[in-house]
C-alpha cells in the first residue's frame, strides 16, 4: 500500500498541499484542481476550497450510488425503473424518456453518464430512493462519508438551487473515489455517443475526443456556475485527475481542460523512493543487546516530481541520536523529510525494523562507566 501524505481524499485524507513545475500554471478557471491519483499529490490549484455551483457534474455523485447498488447486488443493470411524469417533464438535457416507460438500469446510467439527462437521472433517483429529494439526502450523506465536507446536495441533476454546491476540491475527492471503487463501471464515462429511442447523443466531454488518454468523466454549465468539467486520464500507466469550473464558454473549457490535463500527464513523474520494509538507514543504539537498529518505511513511499526538475529531490533522515534501548519493532523512532522540487516537505515516519533489548543491569552499569569515561576523556 503506498502512504498517501497530505492530502484530502476520502479514506486516506487531510489537508492538501501543492507541487508545481515551472513554468507555472495559469488558468482563466475560477476554480481548479488537478492531483495525481497514485500519490494524491496536489499538481495545481487555484480556489479549490470555494463553494460553487456544480450544474451536470452533480451527476457523478448520482452515478457513484446507482454503482454502489449495483456492486452490493442491490441492483442489476438489466432491471427496470419506471418513467414518473416530473422526470419526463424536466427541462434542460434529455435523455427523451417517455412517460409511463420502463427503462433498463443500464440505459439510464448511458443516458446520464453521456447524453446528461436530467429526466434520466431523475428516473434513477426515483427508482432507487422513492423521491428525488430523498435521493439528494442520501447524496450529502455519501458526500460526507466520502470527505466531501463542503457539500450539499438539493437535487439528483444539479439543477440550479443555491443550497446546492460543492467544490473543485470535494469533485476532486469524488472522482478518486468514483474510478477506485468502480473500475469495472467507470468504463461508461469513455463511451462517446449513445442512441436511445433513435435520438443518437454524443458525448459532451470535448477530452474524449482529444488523442491524449482521457477517459471521463464529466461537463457542468449553468448560468451561476459557468462551464465545468471533471476529467481524468492516463499516460504511461499514471493516472490524473482534474475538475475546472467557472470558464466563460464550451471553447474555454475545452481548450484549457486539454491544457491542464495535457500537463499533468506530462509534466510529473511518479518515484518509488523506498518500498516497504526497505532499510531507510542504520541508527545507533545505547544501552541495549545490539549496538544499532534498521529504520525501514511502513509502506511503500511514492512521490510526484515536476519532470523537469527530477534531480533536484533531497531526502533528510531525522532522529534523536544516539537511540536509547529497549526499543520495538515497529516503534516510531525517526522522520525521513522528503523535500520535494518547487513543492512542499513530506515528513514519512521511519519504524524500527527489530526489537532491541535493554542490557541487563551490570551490563548497563558497566556501559555508562565506559561511556562516562569517553565523555572524560573527549571533554
Known amino acids: 500500500m503506498i502512504r498517501f501524505f497530505t492530502l484530502f481524499l476520502f479514506s486516506f485524507v487531510s489537508c492538501a498541499f501543492s507541487v508545481s513545475a515551472a513554468p507555472v500554471q495559469e488558468t482563466p478557471a475560477k476554480q481548479a484542481i488537478m492531483i495525481d491519483f497514485e500519490t494524491g499529490m496536489v499538481l495545481f490549484e487555484k480556489n479549490a476550497d470555494v463553494k460553487m455551483p456544480t450544474s451536470s457534474m452533480s ?15 442491490k441492483l442489476k443493470l438489466d432491471d427496470t425503473f419506471s418513467v414518473s411524469e416530473k422526470a419526463w417533464r424536466k427541462g434542460g438535457s434529455k435523455m427523451f424518456v417517455e412517460v409511463g416507460k420502463r427503462v433498463l438500469v443500464e ?9 446528461s439527462g436530467n429526466d434520466a437521472t ?40 443555491p443550497a446546492h454546491y460543492s467544490t473543485a476540491r470535494d469533485l476532486a475527492i469524488l472522482s ?15 463511451e462517446k455517443e449513445f442512441t436511445y429511442g433513435g435520438i443518437k447523443q454524443e458525448n459532451r466531454n470535448p477530452l474524449l475526443y482529444r488523442n491524449m ?15 465545468g468539467l471533471m476529467g481524468s486520464g492516463t499516460h504511461n500507466g499514471r493516472r490524473v485527475i482534474l475538475v475546472v469550473n467557472g470558464l466563460e464558454d464550451e ?15 506530462r509534466g510529473f ?4 523512493l523506498f518500498k516497504a520494509g526497505e532499510t531507510v538507514e542504520t541508527a545507533n543504539v545505547l544501552m541495549g543487546k545490539s549496538s544499532d537498529v534498521t529504520m525501514v518505511v511502513e509502506d511503500d513511499v511514492v512521490v510526484t ?12 533522515i531525522k532522529y534523536n541520536a544516539p537511540l536509547v534501548a529497549p526499543i520495538k519493532k515497529g516503534q516510531e523512532i525517526g522522520v525521513a523529510e522528503i523535500h520535494v522540487p518547487r513543492g512542499a516537505m513530506i515528513k514519512v515516519p521511519l519504524l524500527a525494523a527489530q526489537d532491541v533489548e535493554a542490557l541487563g543491569f551490570f551490563a548497563k552499569t558497566v556501559a555508562k562507566a565506559k561511556l562516562f569515561i569517553g565523555n572524560k576523556a573527549g571533554s
Not at 471553447?251 to 500527464?265: D, F, I, P
Open 122 to 161: 431523475i428516473v434513477l433517483a426515483e427508482g432507487l430512493a422513492g423521491t428525488e429529494d430523498d435521493f439528494a439526502r442520501a447524496l450529502t450523506k455519501k458526500a460526507a462519508e466520502l470527505g466531501m465536507g463542503n457539500s450539499n446536495f438539493t437535487n439528483a441533476s444539479g439543477w440550479p438551487d
Open 176 to 190: 478518486y473515489a468514483l474510478i477506485r471503487e468502480f473500475p469495472g463501471y467507470y468504463k461508461y464515462y469513455a
Open 59 to 73: 451527476k457523478v455523485i448520482t452515478t457513484y450510488l446507482i454503482f454502489e447498488a449495483l456492486k452490493d447486488g
Open 305 to 316: 516530481l515536476p519532470v523537469i526538475a527530477l534531480n533536484d529531490l533531497k531526502v533528510d
Open 251 to 265: 471553447k474555454a473549457r475545452a481548450q484549457e481542460s486539454a491544457k491542464l490535463l495535457e500537463w499533468g500527464l
Open 213 to 227: 488518454g482521457a477517459d471521463g468523466i464529466k461537463t457542468g454549465h449553468t448560468e451561476a456556475g459557468g462551464y
Open 107 to 115: 440505459d439510464l446510467l448511458r443516458g446520464v453518464i453521456i447524453q
Open 269 to 272: 513523474e511518479n518515484h518509488k
